[in-house]
C-alpha cells in the first residue's frame, strides 16, 4: 500500500453494493481490474478535486466507498450541487463517452476510494463488448430519467419549505432505503445550493421543522418524525 501527494492506494474494497447501476459499475470494475485497463483503487480525502467543470475529458471515475458532490456553475458564478455520488456511481460517464469536456465539477465530500478508467482503454473495451456497451446506454437512459424527476420534482415545488421537504424525501428514498434515521453529511449552506436557497434559509425552516415536530436533525443526522407532514409540504 502506497501513498502519493496525500492519497493512498488501498488494496481492496469490498463495500456493498444495492442499485442496478451500481452492479453494473462493480461488475465492470471486475471485468477491467481482470483485462489490466483500470488504475488501481485510490483513497481520496475530503475535498480533492477528481475533474473539474470544464476539463478535457479523461476518463471515468468508478467509486467504491465514500461520497463526491457533482456541481455544476450558474451564469451568474454561483455554484450549484446536482447530485451527492455514492458507492457504485461511475462518474464523468457522457463526457468520456462524448469527448466532450465535463460538464460538472467532482469534489469529494466523504473520503472516497475510486478506481480511474483511462478513456482510450474504456471505449476499447466497450468497442470489444457489446453487451457492455448496450449496459452502458442503458446507464444512460436512466440516469437521464432520473435527473429529469429530481428536477422536475423541485420545480413543482414553488415553495422553499417544499423543496427542502422534497430534498429530505428524497435523500431518505436514496440514500438511506427510505428510513426515518439517516445521516445528511452536507453543510446548510450546501442544501441550500441544492434546492436554490440561502444558508440562513435553510438553517431557518430547518428550526420550523423541528418546532412543528416534523424531525428532529442534528449535526449530519435527521430523524424524521412526521413523513406525512412532510410529504403535503413537498406538495406546496
Known sequence: MGSHYGLK??????????????????????????????????????????????????????????????????????????????????????????????ELSAEVSERAHVHFVPRNAFLRYLRANPEAFFQVAQLLTENHYAWHRMIQSL???????????????????????????????????EIGEMIGVTRETVTRMLAIFKRKNFLVAKDAMVNIRNRAALQGLAST
Open 155 to 189: 420545480g413543482l415545488s414553488h415553495s422553499a419549505t417544499g423543496r427542502l421537504a422534497q430534498f429530505i424525501l428524497g435523500w431518505s428514498t436514496d440514500h438511506a432505503r427510505g428510513q426515518d434515521r439517516f445521516q445528511i453529511p452536507l453543510t446548510h449552506e
Open 9 to 102: 492506494i488501498v488494496e481492496d474494497c469490498s463495500a456493498p453494493l444495492a442499485r442496478q447501476e451500481q452492479v453494473f459499475a462493480h461488475s465492470l470494475v471486475d471485468n477491467l481490474k481482470a483485462l489490466e485497463l483500470i488504475a488501481p483503487l485510490v483513497s481520496y480525502p475530503k475535498g480533492a478535486v477528481l475533474f473539474m467543470e470544464g476539463q478535457k475529458a479523461c476518463g471515468i471515475f468508478a467509486m467504491c466507498s465514500g461520497q463526491v458532490k457533482l456541481s455544476t456553475s450558474s451564469p451568474d458564478g454561483k455554484t450549484m450541487i446536482l447530485k451527492i455520488a455514492e458507492t457504485g456511481d461511475l462518474l464523468g460517464l457522457p463526457s468520456t463517452l462524448s469527448g466532450k469536456p465535463y
